[in-house]
């Protein structure tokens, strides 16, 4: 019986520093972005195939998923992180069994480039999700639409910080639900329908 494959669901998110960026930190609503980044993990990993760029605050998150559910869904699961940061990897990277460690090109900027260069070139993303985060979410929103003009992009606006940004800014399409629809379960999987079938 042949593999079946499975849609790939691109996922950005962080959790802004009020230190570092309170322009994204003023809006975020820290707990609606752990919710929705377990939600979306939820829904998505036992029926597609869910990637993201290590972020310290969220990998650990989808590690609490994974650990929870019944199955194996190893596979449904890639980790990018970027060598730049390896002193710093949470304990979490390593739970995960597809992590793929992009060379560190000698500064932030350059190996966080390369590493989301190497994700939309590696892949081929059926839709993607943005949560919460700082000015890297909007980059790689941008990058996004750059490699998959035509995919499905979720910015969750109701996480605040450059989600709500990027709805309120980039977004043409508007779907209410993504400023006030808290029910993150049933709203990606209604969002999602053709992609975890």
């Known amino acids: 019986m042949a593999k079946k494959i499975l849609n790939k669901i691109f ?37 597609a195939h869910l990637v993201w760029g290590g972020h310290p605050a969220i990998t650990p998150l989808i590690r609490y998923v994974v650990e929870r559910m019944t199955g194996e869904w190893k596979s449904h ?3 990018y992180q970027s060598r730049h940061f390896e002193k710093d990897f949470p304990k979490d990277n390593f739970a995960f069994e597809n992590i793929q460690l992009i060379p560190d090109y000698g500064d932030i900027s350059s190996s966080v480039f390369q590493m989301r260069k190497k994700m939309f070139e590696e892949n081929i993303f ?17 990058m996004f639409r750059e490699y998959y003009p035509q995919a499905l992009t979720i ?16 977004q043409n399409s508007k779907n209410k639900r ?20």
């Not at 059926?126 to 941008?142: C, L, N, P």
């Not at 910015?155 to 980039?170: M, Q, R, W």
């Open 11 to 47: 996922l950005s998110a962080s959790i802004p520093y009020a230190d570092r960026h309170p322009e994204f930190y003023d809006t975020a609503d820290v707990l609606a972005i752990r919710d929705s980044v377990r939600a979306l993990a939820a829904v998505v990993i036992p029926k």
């Open 77 to 79: 699961i890639t980790l």
């Open 126 to 142: 059926s839709a993607a999700v943005f949560i919460g985060g700082m000015e890297g979410v909007i980059d790689e929103y941008r």
């Open 155 to 170: 910015p969750l606006a109701s996480t605040g910080a450059a989600a709500k940004i990027v709805y309120d800014e980039f």
């Open 178 to 197: 993504l400023t006030n629809d808290y029910a993150y379960m049933a709203l990606f999987r209604d969002l999602l329908a053709d992609f975890i079938k």
